[in-house]
């Protein structure tokens, strides 16, 4: 039987922005509201299996009810540049899932909704409406049922009439009535003042409607009759607005609305996009674009030779031709890694090898050649083979050309772009993706020999064909000092680190877990004692009944059916009543328990008692680093229970001491430098604290009248205008209001002028060539900076602004990795580079050393890169990293 599903789609991506946590791709677009919305999308279709399908908008902010009331949703705020950048997202999104989508200008969606519902429900269609508004249930009838939002964008709850009979005793019609009397603030629609759910309801149980309601005002007495009858035109212009129109005319047939599952050729690629990854895995789709085989170039029949001991002599005597070679590898973790064979390639033929035989007393030519740093080597990911060969006891060495990183820098916002892709993109013979001959997740299975080496060998023929066409790229878009002189080298540099890995003490980690489930165990306790009851501290439900039914606390945000209890209202309620800090401190614990403690034990490498981590040069479209298996990057040092998870990490050697060196306010120095304004270069010329200098400036005081929230409100600001903050986003921040906060984002471009004519300039020039650089070259292109769309537009002016400064911050730091792993060889230091984080650099070092290592560090940071402002690094040891910071 038909079943048409219709999708309040303003409403719900509005419910999943604030009801996500923030969530951002590599592109820097923030995509909480997108995901929110596709879950919801994704469990509805599997749910209730549509026929049709519908997603409704709003066309604009002006509709027909502007024309009887200008105030209509007067009172409402703009909508936050993060949640309006993702509409263009979504759309675009369920364009490529096969879902329709509508909208029509002068209406709003509730309206396009009312009239498709209606049209179905006289046709005997099964109809079931999606919305977080109450409003939709005026539309429940026979035929058709509102799933009414309650909490998030997952806890929905069905009406039809039986179910608002059995809730308000009304009938749909009469919700109406009962938004004519109520009014609703978020629509600025009046009401009558003082006129609550309660005493609506029991006056449309009364007399039936606003009209019977304001005919009857004679039954009623005191300062209900005389609200009622002063307020009678309102309640029914209240009335009027809240109807739903049901006669747009509507251009589109029942046949538009079909839903015939989601398009799995054009789905996959748009998840992967947007780095959906779970959702990509819940569907099994792949992540490749369909290759047209009628248009793409056919596979080639190769001249492939599968190595056995015989012919080894032959590829001994090949390898120096061979241009590109392929490691086939098995697994996410590299340290972890399975190696299954490689390839190399001549230009003429193409050598499969077998990991068996690779190992064998036969290959000593090939693994001498593996080894040797004089023999050049291109391939896909080599910074992956090096540590998979070097866990199996073979050494690399002699990485020239990464196609991987090449293709990065030539288009970063591409993230993690796999060869088959890669192939496609510049046109050479057909590729399989690894899925069509492994198969995926648990089915994954390497495939008899000859497959496996016609696609490895494949592979390296591929990344054979692909380097001279990345090095004309390169050289179009002067990156090839970027590429062969910073980002090939640094890729050497991280495997040598990632190797050698950083020393965890097991025992203390362990004894910090207990710390911390003791600490818990007594939070726990405690909350339970003041609360006079046992519950279930990780039920929102539950915890909402607590705080604000039995302890009577403020409600400070409320969802549909309850009360919310995520961080930021509890943060708000903090000072109101002891139990709230108990319980802000019992999550976390409990986070850094479960993600840090239990996650770093099981990340610890049995043979080495270190945890070796894997930073990943091509993920973060700012050319900064990633860091995973584990990510020692988000250790939260914000706390103290965060950073005590620092005293874990210490020296392999006895006597050796951990040292940190950090850049200090890198990104604002390197604004100082781009912008060249004034006063923020005289704030670094003579070393002054930069928020101080900021707050003195903005509020015109002097350095001694400087308070600690206005240096707090100043350094909120700094930051936040290097990575494009709204008044939406600082107001959050600083818990103040958006028009505070706009007011304080004016009075700093008022004093900054510097900073805001760059960010003038920066847009125009990024709307003139479509993209921007680093102080190094690195490139990012904005292929929406002209876009007639104003949110996809404005993402890309933001990101005109914000990359040249992180991304030369990035660059920065990589460069100067570079230069201090030359220092240490140059100096035969026995002092060893072992994580990169963020702005800091962290080392181990032997006693004799440590003076020299005080000095050398931060002088070779600071001499990193020739800035209009110093650059300045500040370094400290300890006996652990904890100790060093």
Do not use: C
Request: proline content about 4%; overall charge negative.
């Amino acid at each position: 039987m038909d079943k048409l599903i219709l999708i309040d789609g303003n409403n719900v991506i509005y419910r999943a922005f604030f009801a996500m946590p923030p969530l951002t791709n590599t592109a820097g677009q923030q995509t909480n509201a997108v995901y929110g919305f596709t879950t919801m999308l994704l469990r509805l279709i599997e749910e209730h299996k549509p026929s049709h399908l519908i997603v409704a908008f709003d066309a604009g902010k002006i509709t027909f009810r502007h024309e009887g009331y200008q105030e209509y949703k007067g009172g409402r705020q703009k909508t936050p540049p993060e949640l309006s950048e993702q509409f263009p997202l979504l759309k675009d999104l369920l364009r490529d899932l096969g879902v329709s989508q509508f909208e029509i200008e002068n209406y709003e969606a509730d309206d396009i909704i009312g009239s498709i519902s209606r049209q179905a429900d006289e046709a005997g269609r099964q109809v079931m409406i999606v919305s977080g508004d109450k409003d939709m249930l005026q539309l429940a009838s026979e035929h058709t049922t509102i799933a009414l939002i309650r909490k998030g964008v997952t806890d929905i709850e069905l009406y039809g009439p039986e179910q608002i009979r059995e809730k308000y005793d009304l009938t749909p019609q009469q919700i109406i009535d009962l938004k004519g009397l109520m009014g609703d603030a978020s629509d600025n629609i009046p009401g009558v003042p003082g006129v609550g759910e309660k005493t609506a309801l029991k006056l449309l149980h009364q007399f039936g409607s606003v009209e019977g309601v304001l005919a009857g005002t004679g039954e009623l007495k005191g300062k209900m009759k005389e609200k009622l009858e002063a307020h009678a035109e309102d309640a029914i212009m209240s009335k009027k607005l809240a109807t739903i129109f049901r006669e747009v005319p509507l251009t589109h047939s029942w046949e538009d609305m079909a839903f015939h599952g989601l398009k799995s050729d054009s789905a996959g690629p748009a998840l992967a996009k947007l780095e959906f990854k779970s959702l990509l895995e819940r569907l099994s789709l792949s992540g490749s674009a369909p290759v047209n085989e009628e248009t793409a170039p056919k596979a080639v029949d190769l001249d492939i030779v599968i190595a056995g001991e015989a012919e080894l002599e032959a590829l001994a005597a090949a390898l120096k031709d061979v241009k590109a070679l392929h490691i086939e590898t098995n697994g996410e973790n590299p340290h972890r890694a399975e190696v299954i064979g490689l390839s190399v390639s001549t230009p003429e033929r193409h050598y499969f090898v077998p990991f068996e035989l690779l190992k064998s007393e036969a290959a000593a030519a090939l693994r001498d050649w593996l080894a040797d740093e004089q023999a050049p080597k291109n391939g896909y990911d080599l910074h992956r083979a090096d540590l998979a060969l070097h866990w199996q006891g073979i050494l690399f060495a002699g990485a020239a050309h990464d196609v991987q990183l090449a293709a990065y820098l030539l288009d970063p916002t591409e993230a993690n772009q796999n060869l088959s892709d890669l192939v496609a993109k510049y046109g050479l013979p057909r590729l399989a993706p690894d899925e069509e001959v492994f198969g995926k997740g648990a089915k994954y299975k390497v495939p008899e020999l000859d497959i496996l080496s016609a696609h490895v060998a494949a592979k390296s023929a591929a990344v054979l064909g692909l380097v001279p066409k990345q090095e004309k790229d390169l050289a179009d878009t002067a990156m090839p000092k970027l590429f062969h002189d910073l980002e090939m080298p640094l890729s050497r540099i991280l495997a040598d680190m990632e190797k050698q890995g950083i020393s965890v003490n097991t025992d203390g980690l362990k004894e910090l877990g207990r710390e911390f489930e003791g600490t818990i165990s007594g939070l726990v306790e405690q909350i339970y004692e003041i609360a006079g009851t046992e519950f279930n501290l990780n039920s929102t439900k539950q915890l909402g009944e607590i705080l604000f039914d039995k302890l009577g606390l403020p409600v400070i945000k409320k969802t549909k059916t309850g009360y919310s209890t995520d961080a930021e209202v509890l943060e708000k309620l903090e000072p109101y009543h002891e139990i709230v800090r108990n319980i802000l401190q019992y999550r976390t614990l409990a986070k850094l328990q479960s993600t840090y403690v239990e996650g770093l034990l099981k990340e610890i490498a049995p043979s080495t008692g270190k945890v070796h981590t894997f930073y990943r040069q091509t993920i973060a479209a700012t050319g900064r680093l990633s860091s995973q298996f584990p990510n020692l990057q988000n250790i939260p040092i914000r706390l103290e229970e965060g950073r005590k998870i620092r005293k874990v990490f210490v020296p392999s050697e006895p006597g050796w001491s951990i040292l940190a060196a950090d850049y200090s306010q890198i990104e604002l120095r390197v604004l100082a430098h781009i912008s060249d304004d004034a006063r923020l270069k005289e704030a670094f010329l003579h070393d002054m604290d930069i928020h101080t200098k900021t707050a003195m400036d903005v509020f015109g005081v002097p350095a001694d009248a400087v308070d600690a929230n206005m240096r707090r409100s100043a350094k909120a600001v700094n930051f936040g205008i290097v990575y494009g903050i709204s008044d939406y986003g600082l107001s959050q921040n600083l818990n103040i209001t958006r028009k505070e906060a706009a007011r304080f984002i004016e009075q700093y471009f008022e004093v900054f002028q510097g900073v805001r004519r760059y960010m003038d300039e920066i847009v125009r020039e990024a709307r003139k060539s479509g993209y921007v650089t680093t102080l190094l070259e690195r490139r990012r292109y904005l292929p929406e900076i002209n876009a007639s769309n104003f949110n996809l537009r404005s993402f890309a002016e933001r990101t005109a602004m914000n990359t040249p400064i992180q991304g030369t911050a990035a660059d920065i730091i990589k460069l100067a990795m570079i230069h201090m792993d030359q220092a240490l060889f140059k100096q035969r230091l026995k002092s060893r580079m072992l994580l990169q984080v963020h702005d800091e650099l962290v080392f181990e070092v032997p006693e004799e050393e440590l003076e020299t290592m005080k000095k050398l560090v931060p002088e070779v940071m600071e001499g990193a890169l020739q800035l209009s402002v110093p650059l300045k690094a500040e370094v400290s040891y300890g006996a652990d990293w904890y100790e060093a910071k």
